[in-house]
């Protein structure tokens, strides 16, 4: 059993296995926060994985189990808890109400730990209480199930994660690496998270939403950032963006702007402009009926022309093959996937 060693300065992260959890969510917070260093090269987390019972087995969506050696208890020793998403979450996800198991394990949980949830895992919160009157997100395919079992619960379906302070949720799947990546932008600054990030071989921060437009990217708080000239550009993308321009919208210089802007986004302004653009038209050719001719104008490439070699370019397919791929499946404009 992993019990709270005094002596330790490691901040905890105590991993909830349900039955029914999917591996990867299970594993991203070990991937991310087990591989984060201070400049000497020493673990800033200590990472503990428990279930609501026992030691013992945990059913998996997989052909496979995994055994957890730590019963509830441990909840009581966390710094941060996250809770992966599961299939198999039974009351929650059809009344929106805990087990009396599950509620005496959430139980242990000590006031002012910081919560975490992955794609379905919000459900799990959301019974508990801990997000209401909060934002909050969850997977697209489930926000408005979501909604209509917490309607006090303020879901934004179209973002990749919400920061509430001590409560933090995130949409589907790969969205927990950002939303981890972010924790480590928070904890211990951007250095850190891009050296995970590395590691990892992700960007060390990801733009956009489930619903392909950028709503509430948080880069390392409390320093100068370029997130208003990000939301600022997101405005108008249909329009001729200078770098200036954005550079204007933080009062900075072009070249502190430059360099801040790859710092915290991984890229420059220009590849970043680009990709947007890449992905509102990917939006609309998903989710409407516009002409070519008018996505390329309201994505900002001018012509079709030139939408058409940068989807090319970024893609691999012409926006006319684009559309026959996805639209049918895409008509919410919810849809994340990539083309074959």
Known sequence: MATRD?????????????????PFELGIPQRVFGKARDADGRPLYEIVTCSIRPPGPVETDADFEILVPNGPEVLATADTVVVPASYELGPVYEEGVLTPELAAALAHIRPGTRLVSICTGGYIL????????RPATTH?????????????????????FVDDGDVLTSA???????????????DHGTAV??????????????????????????????????????????????????LRDMA??????????????????????GQWLTRQRVERARHLLESTDLSMDQIAHDAGFGTAQS????????????????RRTFRAGAGTGTGTGSPP
């Open 248 to 269: 204007e919208q933080e009062s900075m210089s072009v070249r502190t702007f430059t360099r801040r802007f790859r710092e915290e986004v991984g890229i420059s302004p």
């Open 193 to 242: 998270a891009n050296d995970v990030a590395r590691r990892t071989v992700v960007p060390p921060h990801r733009d956009g939403g489930q619903a392909q437009y950028i709503q509430r990217p948080l880069p390392e708080p409390q320093t100068a950032t370029t997130t208003a000239a990000r939301a600022w550009a997101l405005g108008r993308l249909h329009e001729p963006i200078q």
């Open 140 to 160: 697209w395919y489930h926000a408005e199930h979501f909604q209509r079992l917490f309607p006090k619960v303020r879901v934004d379906a179209d973002v990749l």
């Open 6 to 22: 005094t002596r330790a300065q490691l901040h905890r992260v105590v991993v909830l296995a349900l039955d029914g959890l999917l």
């Open 172 to 186: 589907g799947v790969a969205s927990g690496i950002d939303l981890c990546l972010h924790l480590l932008r928070r």
């Open 126 to 133: 959301a019974a508990a209480g801990f997000l209401d009157g």
């Open 307 to 322: 939408m058409r070699q940068h989807l090319q370019g970024a893609l691999g397919v012409t926006p006319t093959a684009y």
